[in-house]
């Protein structure tokens, strides 16, 4: 497929996809940059997201935790305005109470203590009040896993998002905080 023949939803992911890495080297002294890449991630001219949580699972601690929450009803921001007032994001995401609840969930590791990935997922959707979540999971750095437990509209195409979740590797490059 050309560029100039490609569709404005993949144009919208990959100005996105490309854009993130420069902009989480201009936040890195940010403590929200793993939440503004999550929020970049989610907006509606990227994945799309209703809501999401990202968390990360370190069997060698043996715990599960909570790293960033989405939720699109408290979204006001837009990437342009968090380059321009680093500052008032990191207040406005201590204000979400969705991604605050996220951040305050430390549960055992899932990974080594063998407990199945349905009976999680559905004990953290229950937690998150998600109806219908989706789960994409993956290996990051030093041998722990990240997962995000997701909604998506519900005349979004999953097979489009399932694909596209593989962009969510850009999230294990973001401290954890």
Known sequence: MKVDEMNPRYEGLLRCFTHLPRQILSLHELDNATEYVLHSLCDEGCLNLLK?????DNPDFNCLKGIAGF???EEIYTCDKVLNDPAHFKNHMDECAYNQKIRTITVPSARRNGE?????????ADLLDMENPSVHTWNIKHDNFGMLIYEHPSSSDRSFHQELLHGLSILGFCPIS
């Open 52 to 56: 999401a949580a990202y968390f990360v």
């Open 116 to 124: 199945s990935s349905e009976h999680l997922i559905a004990r953290l």
């Open 71 to 73: 939720n699109k009803e």
